[in-house]
T-cell receptor
Framework: KQEVTQIPAALSVPEGENLVLNCSFT??????LQWFRQDPGKGLTSLLL?????REQTSGRLNASLDKSSGRSTLYIAASQPGDSATYLC??????????????FGRGTQLTVWP | DAEITQSPRHKITETGRQVTLACHQT?????MFWYRQDLGHGLRLIHY???????NKGEVSDGYSVSRSNTEDLPLTLESAASSQTSVYFC????????????FGPGTRLLVL
């Protein structure tokens, strides 16, 4: 069974810092990996999606990398802002059999950026 | 604009009652999913559907059921609510093509007393 782990569970940084969130997964047979953002009391919003054949994706100040063979992904946030405060979730999509298309989530990293 | 909605947004019920949570999407997506989110467990898949009349059990399906009579809706029913089912429930949808992201609803907070 696919297990997704995120480290750290919580992170508090001053505004302007560059930071890295980590995600690892146990089964490298994935279709893609996604990073989501969740604000308190809200649903999930997709930030970046990396296909299994890709190494990284960028969107503005966000950069996500994927090392499928080692089962690792990182989300890099440049020049963090208070508005980046949220929980960041990593999820992998299964690519085989009856679980094709299903997402497996990590528990998230709760990020606080203070002014 | 296309969207995915859930209702009610908040619900309080008593142990043993039947509860139905609604999910409606206007993207015409074939795939729909129900998750629950709890502290210490993250998001866990309850049931999912890959099209009309198709339903499948996820990892925490006991005590829940779904039915898919049309493309737009996937209601989630708690047959006999239990306190362990107090949680936040999220519905999501995605196109039939793999490699697309899932789009999530705003969630329903359910409290079972």
């Amino acid at each position: 069974k696919q297990e997704v782990t995120q480290i750290p569970a919580a992170l508090s940084v001053p505004e302007g810092e560059n930071l890295v969130l980590n995600c690892s997964f146990t089964d490298s047979a994935i279709y893609n990996l996604q990073w989501f953002r969740q604000d308190p009391g809200k649903g999930l919003t997709s930030l970046l999606l990396i296909q299994s054949s890709q190494r990284e994706q960028t969107s503005g100040r966000l950069n996500a990398s994927l090392d499928k063979s080692s089962g690792r992904s990182t989300l890099y946030i440049a020049a963090s802002q208070p508005g980046d405060s949220a929980t960041y979730l990593c999820a992998v999509t299964a690519d085989r059999g009856s679980t094709l298309g299903r997402l497996y989530f990590g528990r998230g990293t709760q990020l606080t950026v203070w002014p | 604009d296309a969207e995915i909605t859930q209702s009610p947004r908040h619900k309080i019920t008593e142990t043993g009652r039947q509860v139905t949570l609604a999910c409606h999407q206007t993207w015409n997506h074939n795939n729909m999913f129900w998750y629950r989110q709890d502290l210490g467990h993250g998001l866990r898949l309850i049931h999912y559907s890959y099209g009309v009349q198709d339903t499948n059990k996820g990892e925490v399906s006991d005590g829940y059921s779904v039915s898919r009579s049309n493309t737009e809706d996937l209601p989630l029913t708690l047959e006999s609510a239990a306190s362990s089912q107090t949680s936040v429930y999220f519905c999501a949808s995605s196109p039939v093509e793999y490699g697309e992201t899932q789009y999530f609803g705003p969630g329903t907070r359910l409290l079972v007393l």
